[in-house]
């Protein structure tokens, strides 16, 4: 079904929400649950490739969000959904994208995609080719473009394209083109303050876990690659710092699941399905996918679900 269809034909009803009993009374917890209008699984980065377990343990997660009691609404594919296009012949992109081809029959409930810095197809040769770049991922995802927003049950969702060329043309740094930093701007002038905005990107624009991927103390300083978290952050924060109304913004791409408030935004990251590229939790982070609830009041809440993926 594409994505507009299910817009129009998904039933979006209330269920009971997760919530924290330290936070809030018995009575104010079962009204907070009437109020939910949305919830949503997010899982991302499966990085699917022939060779390996990812299919069978992708299929795996997503049985495993179908079969909740409290079943999502709809599912966010935070992207790389393929192990990796920005490398790869056009062989190997085909054979990633045709595992996915056979996953997504599995899924029932509606899916927003993102896309994923290795959904790319980057190498030299296809420069050419009419695939290159975004353009293979935005057709085998069903996208009309590799940026978009939609409204659904009192909220206003806006999907980022977060991959873009360096300088000198090669991939990637973690931003937003010109074009799209204009286009973000121009919506959030035209949504009605009273609405609530969730933003949605592959690579965190903000984001605490970044720090530990990796040995990024070791020069004495900490060095954050603009590749792991978006480099035009301070932009981006103070446009949202603008309008209050935008809420809360997930991402997946480090693996790792964290929660930064900045600004009065909140910002997951929220692991991945393949935890650690299959090789078990990827630091203290399982292998997982995240539940969130979103409700009327423009409040939300998360929670991480490692679905039980061990290493065969």
């Known amino acids: 079904m594409k994505r507009k269809e299910w817009f129009k034909l998904a039933g979006l009803g209330s269920a009971a929400a997760i919530s924290n009993p330290f936070e809030l009374a018995a009575a104010d917890r079962q009204s907070h649950r009437m109020n939910r209008v949305l919830r949503i699984a997010h899982m991302t980065d499966p990085h699917l490739e022939p060779g390996n377990n990812s299919e069978e343990w992708t299929r795996f997660c997503i049985n495993h969000i179908h079969s909740l009691d409290d079943r999502p609404d709809m599912i966010f594919n935070g992207g790389d959904t393929i192990d990796d296009a920005l490398e790869e012949s056009e062989e190997s992109v085909a054979i990633q994208w045709e595992i996915w081809n056979r996953l997504k029959k599995d899924i ?15 190498i030299e040769e296809a420069k050419g080719d009419s695939r290159y770049g975004k353009a293979w991922a935005v057709n085998e995802l069903g996208l009309e473009n590799r940026y978009y927003d939609f409204e659904q049950a009192g ?3 806006i999907v980022l394209d977060s991959t873009h060329l360096n300088d000198d043309g090669s991939w990637y740094t973690a931003k937003l083109d010109e074009e799209q930093f204009r286009w973000l701007k121009a919506r959030l002038e035209t949504i009605p303050e009273s609405r609530p905005v969730f933003i949605f990107s592959h690579i965190p624009i903000l984001c605490a876990a970044a720090f530990f991927d990796g040995d990024n103390e070791e020069s004495g300083n900490w060095q954050i690659p603009g590749a792991w978290v978006h480099i035009d952050a301070r932009r981006i924060v103070e446009l949202f710092h603008r309008h209050p109304n935008v ?15 900045y600004n009065d935004v909140t910002y997951y990251c929220n692991g991945a399905v393949c935890g650690n590229w299959w090789k078990g939790d990827y630091h203290q982070t399982p292998a997982g996918y995240a539940l969130i609830n979103l409700y009327e009041d423009g ?4 929670e991480y679900m490692a679905y039980g993926w061990k290493e065969l």
Do not use: A
């Open 247 to 261: 809420k809360v913004g997930i991402s997946g791409h480090i693996h790792l699941l964290d929660e930064v408030v």
């Open 108 to 122: 029932s409930i509606p899916v927003v995609h993102c896309i994923g810095n290795h959904d790319v197809w980057g």
């Open 155 to 157: 909220w206003h969702f």
């Open 299 to 302: 409040t939300f809440d998360r």
